[in-house]
């Protein structure tokens, strides 16, 4: 009886800390299935607050492209270690080898 209790207590433990890592990791999955939570980020969010963001799209693992009203814009976070990152945004020139 106390073996499977151990076993029920291991198993609830692990699985809120893998969920845990997925939230709130530097390697946030829900950016993964959400692209447009990256909106939610505190440069972004300064950056295309006035902006009216119609669509983001995930181009590869730290790119995105984020299309507004006016124009189009490249969105790439660069790390600059494990968990410390940036986030750089370009105006969008036009689509090659995407």
């Not at 207590?9 to 939570?37: G, H, T």
């Not at 983001?56 to 730290?62: A, D, L, Q």
């Not at 990152?85 to 689509?95: A, H």
């Amino acid at each position: 009886m106390i073996q499977k209790k151990g076993k029920l207590i291991v198993i609830i433990v692990l699985f809120f800390f893998y969920i845990y890592l997925l939230v709130f990791s530097p390697f946030n999955a829900i950016q993964m299935f959400y692209p447009e939570s990256i909106l939610n980020e505190h440069t972004l969010s300064e950056k295309f607050e006035k902006m009216q963001v119609q669509k983001v799209e995930k181009k590869g693992r730290y790119t995105y492209i984020v299309k507004t009203n006016k124009q189009d814009y490249v969105v790439i976070k660069e790390y600059s270690s494990i968990i410390h990152y940036n986030w750089r945004v370009y105006p969008f020139t036009k689509e090659e080898n995407f």
